[in-house]
């Protein structure tokens, strides 16, 4: 499977071409007529399907939980009727039409509620539902998304007619309910269930390689990286050369006055960004670290900490003067951290631009997908640019890297696959054994950068035969890409030279270097802290590296416009629909791209991985 070719080339010709006139925003309120129109009966009830997770299985089931199981911040998802959706659709689209009057007239949160969110009569049976089956409410959300609320066991078996239990998979433990939820029929017009009721977390996308990788530094001068096996390490003075992002910079144009978004679930130490931005000479612009609600702490899985400290320092590598807000939700028994960090940030309408780093796959339906869903449509209606990684195993959506072999089905991550959110895939830089055309031999230490220039790309794709696998490659480790099986193709994606004529939503939407191959360098664990003389990177790729730098090229154009732009492929597809891709072709050795071309036309290599999904 090849995932859409788009790939983005260089910041200066896009934000050239995204001159947009800000308008400001409007309240357009009008009755919601109730859909609760009979009182609760208990004995009426309606089974919501799709809402067990695929790893809930019996083979792994060890039995029920407590019925004292605290069970915090579940979150019941609220539906729009059909004619809301209807119009929250032409609504979204007017937004990018410079010929309405609803050009860029971005919604506040509570505008957003009050126009696409049920009334407050259903709100309030909802609510009364759940207290009075013992449940602490504690906050409706602004767009009237979702109802905060905890238990335990007990109520969700009383209440959702569903048993918790305690699932053991690859020796780890997990609670998830059993059987399929059940609420009222009463308030199914308006509840699509609660969004998930077990703690099979989302994956971060990170790659990690072998390492740290040793730096000499000197004081007031750059770190010289070399690495080996063919290997260049990626700062952020590389970047800018190999993207094109310099022109900008010269301009003034950093990202200030904007903010960028990180979705976290794990802390950090504040120390690794600090010293990441000092040994790249970044302007000290510390990122603020926000909690919603209790501090989880540093999680004791290395990767969960490297993948906060790669999406902040790399949001501010390439928008060093934006302001970077990390926004660190700890999980629950029922409910991902990642999802209380969603719905904060488009709920506080925190940011300009928002990027997310983790993945799950488009069999976990029911609400779960609802929820997403919604949120993803509240941050295109509030202009936020919802930037999400498209994933790090290939065709393979449902597996893990830990895999030797993909197991589950053909599929893509569903956080990336709504129409209203940005889904940026994995490119791999192609040398063809040529590095003294692309880099020098050691960092300029005025400028930092080694790279020379742009260098072609290829679809990334280290995967490999568990047999055969060789330095840099594991079994699963492809960008993710390929058809959506929820959503249909959004009208921005037809009439693109090479997008599929399948119906359906595809991608990834753009494409950013992601292999190991030439890894991006992190400050993470401690690494770059001790002996300044001699930090030590860490080497990592992934998609988890492309989502947040492309989130940073967008807070780049949103400083040069004055405006938040939502959903930023209404116009990327237009952008480049006017190209002739056939003479952008990424992955030529003889003839680089031409200069005029915005976007390159990646058509060498696919996504396959080994295994059912490939």
């Given at each position: 499977?090849?995932?859409?070719?788009?790939?983005?080339?260089?910041?200066?010709?896009?934000?050239?071409?995204?001159?947009?006139?800000?308008?400001?925003?409007?309240?357009?309120?009008?009755?919601?007529?109730?859909?609760?129109?009979?009182?609760?009966?208990?004995?009426?009830?309606?089974?919501?399907?799709?809402?067990?997770?695929?790893?809930?299985?019996?083979?792994?089931?060890?039995?029920?939980?407590?019925?004292?199981?605290?069970?915090?911040?579940?979150?019941?998802?609220?539906?729009?009727?059909?004619?809301?959706?209807?119009?929250?659709?032409?609504?979204?689209?007017?937004?990018?039409?410079?010929?309405?009057?609803?050009?860029?007239?971005?919604?506040?949160?509570?505008?957003?509620?009050?126009?696409?969110?049920?009334?407050?009569?259903?709100?309030?049976?909802?609510?009364?539902?759940?207290?009075?089956?013992?449940?602490?409410?504690?906050?409706v959300s602004k767009g009237?998304?979702?109802?905060?609320?905890?238990?335990?066991?007990?109520?969700?078996?009383?209440?959702?007619?569903?048993?918790?239990?305690?699932f053991v998979v690859n020796?780890?433990?997990?609670?998830?309910?059993?059987?399929?939820?059940?609420?009222?029929?009463?308030?199914?017009?308006?509840?699509?269930?609660?969004?998930?009721?077990?703690?099979?977390?989302?994956?971060?996308?990170?790659?990690?390689?072998?390492?740290?990788?040793?730096?000499?530094?000197?004081?007031?001068?750059?770190?010289?990286?070399?690495?080996?096996?063919?290997?260049?390490?990626?700062?952020?003075?590389?970047?800018?050369?190999?993207?094109?992002?310099?022109?900008?910079?010269?301009?003034?144009?950093?990202?200030?006055?904007?903010?960028?978004?990180?979705?976290?679930?794990?802390?950090?130490?504040?120390?690794?960004?600090?010293?990441?931005?000092?040994?790249?000479?970044?302007?000290?612009?510390?990122?603020?670290?926000?909690?919603?609600?209790?501090?989880?702490?540093?999680?004791?899985?290395?990767?969960?900490?490297?993948?906060?400290?790669?999406?902040?320092?790399?949001?501010?590598?390439?928008?060093?003067?934006?302001?970077?807000?990390?926004?660190?939700?700890?999980?629950?028994?029922?409910?991902?951290?990642?999802?209380?960090?969603?719905?904060?940030?488009?709920?506080?309408?925190?940011?300009?631009?928002?990027?997310?780093?983790?993945?799950?796959c488009e069999a976990h339906?029911?609400?779960?997908?609802?929820?997403?869903?919604?949120?993803?449509?509240?941050?295109?209606?509030?202009?936020?640019?919802?930037?999400?990684?498209?994933?790090?195993?290939?065709?393979?959506?449902?597996?893990?890297?830990?895999?030797?072999?993909?197991?589950?089905?053909?599929?893509?991550?569903?956080?990336?696959?709504?129409?209203?959110?940005?889904?940026?895939?994995?490119?791999?830089?192609?040398?063809?054994?040529?590095?003294?055309?692309?880099?020098?031999?050691?960092?300029?230490?005025?400028?930092?950068?080694?790279?020379?220039?742009?260098?072609?790309?290829?679809?990334?794709?280290?995967?490999?035969?568990?047999?055969?696998?060789?330095?840099?490659?594991?079994?699963?480790?492809?960008?993710?890409?390929?058809?959506?099986?929820?959503?249909?193709?959004?009208?921005?994606?037809?009439?693109?030279?090479?997008?599929?004529?399948?119906?359906?939503?595809?991608?990834?939407?753009?494409?950013?270097?992601?292999?190991?191959?030439?890894?991006?360098?992190?400050?993470?664990?401690?690494?770059?802290?001790?002996?300044?003389?001699?930090?030590?990177?860490?080497?990592?790729?992934?998609?988890?590296?492309?989502?947040?730098?492309?989130?940073?090229?967008?807070?780049?154009?949103?400083?040069?416009?004055?405006?938040?732009?939502?959903?930023?492929?209404?116009?990327?597809?237009?952008?480049?629909?006017?190209?002739?891709?056939?003479?952008?072709?990424?992955?030529?050795?003889?003839?680089?791209?031409?200069?005029?071309?915005?976007?390159?036309?990646?058509?060498?290599?696919?996504?396959?991985?080994?295994?059912?999904?490939?």
């Open positions: 499977m090849r995932p859409s070719p788009m790939l983005f080339r260089g910041a200066i010709q896009l934000i050239a071409l995204y001159l947009w006139l800000p308008h400001p925003a409007s309240a357009q309120t009008k009755q919601i007529p109730p859909r609760v129109t009979e009182s609760v009966d208990e004995n009426k009830l309606t089974l919501l399907q799709g809402n067990i997770h695929p790893l809930a299985r019996a083979e792994f089931d060890r039995g029920a939980a407590p019925r004292s199981l605290p069970l915090e911040r579940m979150l019941l998802v609220l539906k729009r009727s059909p004619e809301q959706e209807a119009a929250l659709d032409q609504l979204l689209d007017e937004q990018q039409d410079k010929s309405s009057p609803n050009y860029h007239r971005w919604l506040a949160p509570e505008q957003f509620g009050q126009q696409f969110g049920p009334p407050d009569a259903d709100i309030q049976a909802a609510t009364d539902w759940l207290t009075s089956q013992g449940f602490q409410v504690s906050q009237r998304t979702v109802i905060e609320f905890s238990g335990d066991a007990g109520l969700v078996l009383n209440a959702f007619h569903t048993e918790i239990h305690r020796g780890e433990e997990h609670w998830a309910n059993a059987t399929d939820q059940q609420i009222p029929t009463a308030l199914a017009s308006v509840v699509a269930g609660v969004a998930t009721l077990h703690n099979f977390y989302k994956s971060p996308r990170i790659v990690m390689s072998d390492g740290p990788v040793s730096s000499p530094h000197t004081p007031g001068r750059g770190p010289l990286v070399n690495l080996t096996g063919g290997q260049h390490g990626l700062g952020p003075a590389d970047y800018a050369v190999i993207y094109n992002i310099n022109p900008l910079y010269q301009t003034g144009i950093g990202g200030g006055g904007t903010t960028i978004a990180v979705v976290g679930r794990s802390n950090i130490n504040i120390q690794d960004v600090k010293d990441f931005r000092t040994l790249f000479g970044l302007s000290a612009n510390v990122p603020e670290v926000v909690l919603n609600g209790p501090d989880p702490g540093v999680l004791p899985s290395d990767i969960e900490e490297a993948e906060g400290d790669l999406d902040v320092e790399w949001s501010g590598a390439i928008a060093p003067d934006a302001a970077v807000k990390f926004v660190v939700s700890a999980g629950t028994d029922t409910t991902d951290g990642v999802d209380l960090s969603e719905v904060y940030i488009i709920d506080n309408d925190l940011a300009n631009v928002m990027t997310e780093s983790f993945g799950g339906l029911g609400a779960e997908a609802a929820n997403i869903l919604n949120l993803a449509e509240q941050a295109a209606a509030q202009g936020i640019t919802y930037v999400v990684a498209s994933g790090d195993t290939g065709s393979a959506g449902c597996d893990s890297q830990g895999e030797a072999q993909a197991k589950g089905p053909v599929s893509v991550n569903i956080l990336a696959s709504t129409p209203f959110n940005v889904a940026v895939g994995g490119t791999e830089l192609n040398e063809n054994g040529n590095d003294r055309r692309y880099w020098k031999s050691a960092n300029n230490q005025t400028t930092l950068e080694a790279a020379i220039s742009y260098i072609p790309e290829n679809v990334w794709n280290q995967s490999c035969a568990p047999s055969n696998c060789t330095v840099n490659q594991v079994p699963l480790a492809a960008g993710g890409g390929g058809s959506s099986q929820l959503f249909p193709k959004p009208s921005w994606q037809s009439g693109v030279e090479g997008i599929p004529h399948d119906g359906a939503r595809d991608l990834p939407d753009v494409s950013l270097t992601s292999a190991i191959h030439d890894p991006y360098l992190i400050c993470t664990h401690g690494s770059c802290t001790g002996n300044r003389e001699t930090a030590k990177f860490a080497p990592v790729g992934g998609t988890s590296a492309a989502a947040p730098s492309f989130a940073a090229i967008m807070a780049l154009v949103n400083q040069k416009v004055g405006s938040r732009q939502g959903q930023a492929d209404y116009v990327l597809y237009r952008l480049a629909a006017a190209e002739t891709l056939s003479k952008c072709n990424a992955s030529s050795q003889s003839v680089l791209p031409a200069a005029s071309c915005i976007f390159n036309d990646v058509t060498a290599g696919n996504n396959a991985v080994p295994g059912e999904a490939g």
